[in-house]
């Protein structure tokens, strides 16, 4: 008969505890699914933005939404988030204004800094539904692109 | 018998408040504190890995880049070292060190700073290159990363040696925990030297209370008397504390000879840097084998003096067994001792400190304490035989992790502003490489390594001819490398200060979103415009003044290193000239990226 020392059950019993650890935080991990986020329900496309090409400053965004059914959205208060890839950041939010035929124009935008944007579109509905789209905005100009841009146009 | 508690010191001790003291004295305070930050770190692993990939939504984008980092750097300054106190990743370490053998030393050659240097500067690099502020997902697998070697490393290995030698954010906390105002030091020291036990290096042991299925394989198999068993057969009175002064106050220490002299002591009391002392805290007599007791009867271990006795013999000859302390199989553990390898009675400082109180909870007299000082205080002591990590002075390995993260501080604020995409794009065009990754690694090792070294040996050879110094250029290099922590600790609260400023109540909608996408609607729908908690018109001015403190405290500290080195006022003046300027072209870097506009890009070549 095989007997077994006491170090060898703590050390098996051990590496069972820890590959039954192991095996418990893949499964809840594996278990998990993903957070929506408050992402979908929208087809946004931007239409515009004045000026053209987006840099730091005042700047008018136009917009034309659909829903997913892919007809045009008059009826919806459309909210315009403009936020950074960096986590921190004071967003710039702000309303829009219904020019009919599914397109919204921002009021009061300001692109805040240069470099990488991300425009959030959120949509209430009439019957009081929510939706939400975000549009990568990349190489919004800074301060430098632009004098770079005006020393160019002088030479 | 009543253990004699030290007089209420006169000195301001953290432990003396009401309700602070209490709490941090409670067993348990720790552990509470690190089970928040886990449950925090689990929504952030949560998050990062199946939220919305947008780090201003996400928790794995906001609470470590904005949230963390700046409550660490607020907390090193009006505090000292209190996130490696609660931890997150101590938790699965200490059930690592319950589980796996976590018995190997530490190999000798990297028991030094040197791979956590390594390691840092991996980690600056890849933070600008991956972009992993933008990344919830990146930042998510890089706390999964962080969990998993604090488990594998400190469950194959003893002691706090992923802390101690791994960890890059405890070494960025040990560095800039120098000017903090708060020290873990002992009370009273003439009573450590009456101390028979040392209890907060060794931990507190007590007798080990047999498990009931043990005594049942015992008596089963009295007749064969398995060696294995037997070595858990002892007596199940309980195993007092020792009476803390036996020999009375003053009265040769029975462990004196072996702890506290130099030659004969374990060598965390020696204060080498890089040596271990023998003891295994976690597992010595958890597992009765691990104590190279199997087969052994148990001493008769009822008595105080045989456990003295016990742990006398073997400091004694501390190359014997892994210079394991013979902790008496039947003996456990009820309280770690300072696993970094600190010893009270030596210790100097914050530099690997990480908080833990165990020697707080270990000491039986209650004779270690949380005390204000003088945050520049620790400079004044750069020669001094620091328990657990020597005299700063002579570590190369150190002054290299200083000089890294003094620079880190202005490279990592540079990525930040719009000049440095021009230079990348200038670089790239150079190089003739469309790698951002690649540009960027350029960038680092001339920022980080190049650079510094140059402009390093430069001041030290203008020192030493000024002041007419003896002393070798690493020497005079790694002295004088402390003088420029407060300067780059400036930048970096200049820097992190500035996004948690701005960005602090970002946590309440993104919080409010997360629990949305669950059901739970708190307060009503996500406030998004909530970011700021300061004026914008303040940030400025704040972030100079942070930086112009930095300036003057690191002159004020490099003055203090060259009056102490060379006497006279003007050889110090002279001695610190070079560096001064070095801390002046500091401030006016920092000041300058202050003045720029802030980009923040991914992706900007090919």
């Known amino acids: 008969m095989v007997r077994l020392g006491l170090s060898e059950i703590t050390h098996n019993a051990r590496t069972l505890v820890v590959v039954l650890i192991a095996l418990s935080v893949a499964l809840v991990f594996s278990a998990c699914g993903p957070r929506a986020g408050e992402t979908g329900g929208l087809d946004v496309t931007i239409v515009s933005i004045s000026p053209e090409p987006a840099a730091v400053g005042d700047a008018e965004i136009t917009l034309q939404i659909r829903d997913m059914a892919g007809n045009l959205v008059s009826d919806a208060t459309i909210q315009v988030e403009g936020t950074m890839t960096h986590a921190g950041m004071q967003p710039v939010i702000v309303a829009t204004e219904a020019r009919g035929n599914g397109t919204y124009v921002t009021e009061d935008f300001r692109f805040t800094m240069g470099g990488d944007w991300v425009i959030i579109v959120r949509a209430t509905f009439a019957n009081g539904r929510t939706a939400e789209q975000r549009i990568d905005l990349k190489g919004v100009q800074g301060e430098m692109d632009m004098k770079s841009d005006k020393g160019k146009e002088g030479n | ?606």
Not at chain 2, 189 to 198: A, F, M, N, Y
Not at chain 2, 238 to 251: A, E
Not at chain 2, 550 to 561: A, D, H, P
Request: glycine share 8%; proline share 7%.
């Open chain 2, 1 to 606: 018998m009543a253990v004699p508690r030290t007089q209420p010191s006169t000195q301001r001790d953290l432990l003396n408040l009401p309700v602070i003291g209490s709490f941090l004295r409670w067993k348990h305070a720790r552990t509470s504190m690190q089970a928040v930050l886990l449950a925090v770190s689990a929504l952030i692993l949560y998050d990062g890995f199946w939220g919305p990939q947008l780090a201003p939504k996400n928790l794995a984008g906001v609470l470590p880049w904005v949230h963390w980092r700046g409550l660490v750097v607020l907390a090193l300054l009006i505090a000292g070292n209190i996130f490696c106190m609660a931890c997150p990743f101590m938790l699965p370490r200490r059930l690592a060190k319950k589980l796996l053998p976590a018995n190997r030393r530490w190999p000798k050659v990297i028991r030094n700073k040197w791979l956590a240097l390594g390691v840092l500067l991996v980690f600056f690099w890849a933070y600008e290159a991956f972009d992993l502020w933008a990344s919830p997902w990146l930042t998510a697998w890089v706390a999964l990363t962080y969990f998993v070697a604090a488990f594998a490393i400190d469950g194959i290995f003893r002691g706090a040696a992923f802390c101690k030698y791994v960890c890059p954010i405890g070494q960025f906390h040990f560095v800039h925990g120098m000017v903090s105002p708060l020290e873990v030091k002992v009370r009273q020291p003439d009573l450590c030297g009456s101390c028979p036990t040392k209890d907060c290096i060794k931990g507190r042991y007590a007798q080990r209370p047999e498990p009931d299925v043990l005594r049942h394989s015992r008596e089963t198999n009295a007749a064969q008397d398995s060696p294995s068993l037997s070595a858990l057969s002892w007596s199940a009175k309980s195993h007092p504390h020792p009476d803390p002064l036996p020999q009375g106050r003053g009265s040769p220490p029975s462990l004196g000879e072996g702890i506290g002299v130099p030659g004969k002591s374990l060598d965390a009391t020696r204060g080498n840097s890089n040596s271990e002392p023998g003891i295994r805290h976690s597992r010595a007599s958890g597992n009765p084998s691990s104590a190279g007791r199997v087969g052994q009867e148990p001493a008769p271990t009822t008595s105080e003096s045989s456990h003295r006795e016990s742990k006398q013999s073997s400091i004694k000859e501390p190359k014997q067994a892994e210079r394991d302390i013979a902790i008496p199989a039947g003996l456990q553990l009820v309280q770690t001792g300072c696993e970094l390898w600190l010893f009270q009675e030596r210790k100097v400082g914050n530099m690997d400190c990480t908080f833990c109180l165990d020697c707080i909870q270990a000491c039986p007299y209650d004779n270690v304490g949380i005390q204000l000082r003088a945050p520049t205080s620790e400079f004044r002591k750069l020669d001094q035989l620091h328990s657990g990590v020597g005299a700063l002075a002579q570590r190369i390995d150190l002054a290299a992790l200083v000089y890294v993260l003094v620079f880190a501080a202005f490279v990592n604020a540079f990525g930040m502003v719009a000049p440095v995409y021009a230079l990348e794009q200038w670089l790239a065009g150079q190089l003739g490489v469309t790698s951002e990754p690649v540009v960027l690694g350029v960038l680092f090792i001339v920022g980080l390594v190049a650079l510094p070294f140059v402009l390093v040996t430069a001041a030290a050879w203008s020192s030493r001819a000024l002041s007419g110094s003896r002393e070798t250029l690493a020497a005079t290099a790694t002295r004088f490398s402390f003088a420029l922590i407060p300067i780059g600790f400036g930048m970096w609260l200049a820097h992190y200060g500035f996004h948690f400023l701005i960005g602090a109540l970002t946590a309440i909608p993104v919080t409010q979103s997360f629990l949305a996408d669950f059901g739970v609607i708190l307060l009503g729908a996500p406030q998004w415009e909530l970011a700021a908690i300061v004026p914008d018109s303040w940030l400025v001015p704040l972030e100079l003044l942070l930086l112009e403190l930095g300036m003057l405290v690191s002159l004020t500290v490099g003055y203090r290193i060259a009056r102490k080195q060379h006497g006279s006022m003007a050889r110090a003046i002279r001695a610190l000239l070079p560096w001064a300027v070095i801390i002046v072209l500091l401030f006016f870097t920092g000041a300058w990226m202050m003045t720029q506009p802030m980009e923040m890009r991914g992706i900007i070549l090919g």
